[in-house]
């Protein structure tokens, strides 16, 4: 069992940058991915950003040019660097790990999938609100 712990969230105004981290409670074994996902009040968590072993990245288009996915595997930690933020970024930001078998299908990877069904474990989620 792998736990991840999200930090960084708070309250900024459109245009600011904010940084999110994840640190997992012990290396991940085996074939493994990141992401982002984030939730808004009345809508179905969305996938933002992830990130697999190689370093290759997915992004939403909401995002692409705006925010940027990171890692450090000898640290068990993810980041997400957002700039430019917008009041429609407003959410509750959850970091989850250990990709399945799915994310690497060629449909998966041809159309830049990021999705919560391929995704194993979940952290608690951090509060991320932007002001217009």
């Known amino acids: 069992q792998v736990q991840l712990m999200e930090s960084g969230g708070g309250s900024v105004q459109a245009g600011g940058s904010l940084r999110l981290s994840c640190a997992a409670s012990?290396?991940?074994?085996?074939?493994?991915?990141w992401g982002w996902f984030r939730q808004a009040p009345g809508k179905e968590r969305e996938g933002v950003a992830s990130i697999d072993q190689s370093g290759i990245t997915r992004y939403s288009d909401s995002v692409k040019g705006r925010f940027t996915i990171s890692q450090d595997n000898a640290k068990n930690s993810l980041s997400l660097q957002m700039n430019s933020l917008l009041p429609e970024d407003s959410a509750m930001y959850y970091c989850?790990?250990?990709?399945?078998?799915?994310?690497?299908?060629?449909?998966?990877?041809?159309?830049?999938?990021?999705?919560?069904?391929?995704?194993?474990?979940w952290g608690q989620g951090t509060q991320v609100t932007v002001s217009s």
């Open positions: 989850a790990a250990v990709c399945l078998s799915g994310y690497y299908s060629g449909a998966s990877i041809r159309r830049g999938y990021i999705r919560r069904s391929d995704f194993t474990y």
């Open positions: 012990k290396t991940v074994a085996g074939t493994y991915c």
